[in-house]
């Protein structure tokens, strides 16, 4: 028998072996004692043998193997290079460990492969990382390789995963258990906006704040496959690994991408701070990072592609005037740029929008104490573009693919098709003081190709490496290439592409669930909203965008003396409050009226908060029904205001306190009565002030 555990203040990982076979993950939860007899803890794990059953069940290992006739989906399945499928069987070699980290090696000398394994434990975060390693002798083909397997607890009714589209990212599905597998299967070659690589298993009774939870999350940018599967004893596993045959040559290493795991005894919100705090502090390298986050401006949804100095230089001083720290320059700058139908690879300034380049717009950003940023789409390719012309053979897939935006995508497992890409870039980034990338890509690949990835990876390391300044901000289509693979190279993800206000408080409410405020864009979008067609009060739009990573994305040409007013004074909350903020933990409320989406932001050291309680509907009942706050100190008083009580319309008649003075109550009055705010219409928002006294 061998014993492994990890542990850290919010859990414990158990994993045992009987003689030289993989080992089971056979406890994960709450922590354990250090004086823990794990071979107790082992024995007890094991299942009673009746009727029809193998005279013992087959471990259900990190992963299970076929040729030791386990009766699910194996966690690897090989080739040899001449086809012939190949049926390892593992026997254990060496382990190398540490408080924090499990290294384990197992070996098939029949088949000459090494599995490796690894698991490590973040002390403050509580994240798990695993990752799994496959060492072969001679060449083979891998059609699939899971990271380490888990088990999914038996306490639980239903799995959440993550489904979207195109301006509706982010949803999330609760499938019951049942008999069989749950598999979701990206091919699209990007992280993609169809599936997330999340999971999260609720156990009985958990929401938001209370009960236990298990969650996953998959770190790679090129499609993947996730397995919940529930076998005929009644245990079940995860697996999550590259998407399947997306390595197209024979090899002798390959390795899946980390997976990140978490136990949480308090909600769906221990799972979510872990993540978010794992992002923040371990994933996500910031060119400075003690630079506040900039109020970001894109001038996309203000021009499109007609791209004039004049107007351009006017919109800066009035994106400066509302508080914008940075201004980005979005797509229509380069070749011949003015549709979506051409140059896309054309990485030269257009001398007829720019005829003296693009020095004196960003002179004049400059000069009005902004940033300058830069769209790019580097991955792409237009068949109406010079590099298409020159070198057809560097677009990936066939010359009669199905085009998307009408294009297509670069080979980037070339390296001289990186290199061309590089050059071009870096001559911009050279010439030009720019400190930020919005780095698109707008189309799914014809094929799903690990290569791919991991030829977009090394472009990107590759600029970093020699422009260490600039920002990058990974966006595909809006939210289609989010992950923590490409967050490791990037600063900044665009959620979506909708600015509909009322989409996006839905959106960041759920990916709260895995990303924290610093890296999650979110924009004031235009009064009327060009991708719903709603038309949304400026207060609205302000505060939804003031939750994250605060820019702007309209014309503010448009704006009313009351709208400039307004948004400015947003704006300079934001600005305020986003030292603390930043490092907040973002905390989903269970809300008693399902119309409202809530949250409640709780400042590192606890010493304030802000609630934000987006009415997304109508009630069903009249009045307000009370929202608890979370995580607070039971004996502690605190002062509450409510930010932006002057917006309450002339339908709210009564005299509820919050409406003409700050209240202070207790930590645990605010838990368990929660606050009754005043009425509203749907399509607004109520931001709540606390501070510990």
Not at 42 to 71: K, Q, Y
Not at 153 to 160: C, D, N, P, T, V
Not at 194 to 208: K, M, V
Request: hydrophobic share 40%.
């Amino acid at each position: 028998m061998q014993h492994w555990r990890l542990d850290c203040s919010r859990q414990t990982l158990v994993l045992a072996a009987t003689g030289a076979r993989l080992p089971q993950v056979v406890y994960w939860g709450a922590p354990l004692p250090m004086a823990e007899d794990l071979a107790t803890i082992h024995a007890a794990h094991a299942l009673d043998v009746t009727g029809g059953m193998l005279d013992e069940n087959p471990d259900l290992s990190i992963c299970p193997e076929a040729s030791r006739t386990f009766p699910g989906q194996p966690g690897m399945i090989i080739r040899s290079e001449n086809g012939t499928p190949l049926l390892p069987k593992f026997c254990f070699e060496s382990d190398d460990v540490t408080e924090a980290a499990i290294k384990l090696v197992y070996r098939d000398d029949t088949h000459g492969l090494n599995y490796t394994a690894t698991f490590q434990i973040d002390p403050v975060t509580h994240i798990i990382t695993s990752q799994a390693t496959l060492d072969a002798d001679k060449p083979i083909h891998l059609h699939w390789l899971s990271a380490p397997v888990f088990p999914a607890s038996q306490q639980s009714a239903e799995m959440i995963d993550f489904a979207g589209r195109w301006c509706g990212e982010f949803q999330p599905h609760r499938t019951a258990w049942s008999p069989g597998i749950r598999m979701r299967e990206n091919r699209t070659g990007r992280t993609g906006h169809e599936h997330f690589p999340g999971l999260i298993i609720p156990e009985f009774g958990a929401t938001n704040t209370t009960g236990s939870a298990h969650a996953f999350h998959y770190g790679w940018s090129g499609g993947h496959k996730m397995i919940a599967e529930e076998l005929p004893d009644g245990r079940r596993q995860i697996q999550f690994g590259h998407a399947p045959r997306v390595e197209a040559t024979a090899s002798t290493r390959f390795t899946s991408a980390p997976l990140y795991a978490v136990y949480s005894y308090d909600g769906l919100n221990g799972c979510a701070v872990s993540f978010q705090r794992h992002v923040r502090d371990h994933i996500v390298t910031f060119p400075d990072p003690n630079r506040p986050r900039p109020v970001h401006y894109n001038c996309w949804e203000a021009v499109y592609f007609d791209h004039k100095l004049d107007v351009l230089k006017d919109i800066a001083d009035r994106a400066a005037d509302l508080g914008a720290d940075r201004f980005v320059l979005d797509d229509g700058w380069f070749g011949q740029r003015d549709d979506d139908t051409t140059s896309l690879s054309d990485w030269e300034v257009d001398p007829r929008k720019y005829p003296d380049g693009l020095g004196p717009l960003i002179d004049h950003v400059h000069s009005k104490d902004m940033t300058f940023g830069i769209w790019f789409e580097p991955e792409m390719i237009n068949p109406d573009s010079d590099l298409h012309r020159a070198h057809p053979d560097w677009a990936l897939g066939s010359e009669d693919q199905t085009l998307g935006r009408q294009q297509k995508a670069l080979n980037m497992a070339l390296t001289e098709v990186r290199d061309f890409i590089y050059d071009r870039m870096a001559a911009i980034l050279s010439q030009y003081p720019i400190d930020y990338i919005k780095w698109d890509h707008n189309r799914v690949l014809p094929a799903p190709d690990a290569a791919q990835t991991r030829g977009s990876y090394a472009l990107i390391d590759r600029l970093r490496a020699d422009f260490p300044m600039v920002e990058i901000e990974s966006c595909a289509s809006g939210g289609g290439r989010i992950d923590f693979g490409i967050l490791t190279r990037t600063q900044r993800v665009w959620l979506s592409d909708s600015n509909d206000a009322l989409e996006r408080l839905r959106m960041q409410h759920d990916a709260a669930l895995f990303l924290p405020l610093n890296v999650t864009g979110s924009h004031v979008g235009p009064r009327h909203c060009h991708t719903s067609g709603r038309v949304i009060d400026i207060s609205m739009r302000a505060w939804v965008a003031a939750q994250r990573h605060m820019g702007f994305e309209m014309d503010p040409r448009e704006l009313t003396a009351h709208e400039h007013t307004v948004l400015k004074d947003v704006t300079a909350w934001w600005k305020h409050n986003r030292i603390w903020m930043e490092r907040a933990d973002i905390l989903r409320l269970d809300s008693a009226d399902p119309s409202l989406i809530a949250e409640q932001q709780l400042a590192e050291d606890d010493t304030q908060f802000v609630v934000f309680a987006g009415k997304a509907a109508t009630s069903t009942q009249i009045a307000p029904r009370p929202l608890r706050m979370t995580r607070l100190d039971p004996d502690a008083q605190y002062e509450i205001c409510l930010r932006n009580r002057i917006t309450a319309p002339s339908l709210s008649r009564g005299t509820p306190i919050l409406k003409n003075e700050n209240i202070t109550v207790s930590g645990n009055y605010l838990m368990h009565q929660g606050l009754t705010l005043p009425w509203d219409f749907p399509d607004t928002m109520w931001v709540i002030e606390g501070r510990k006294l």
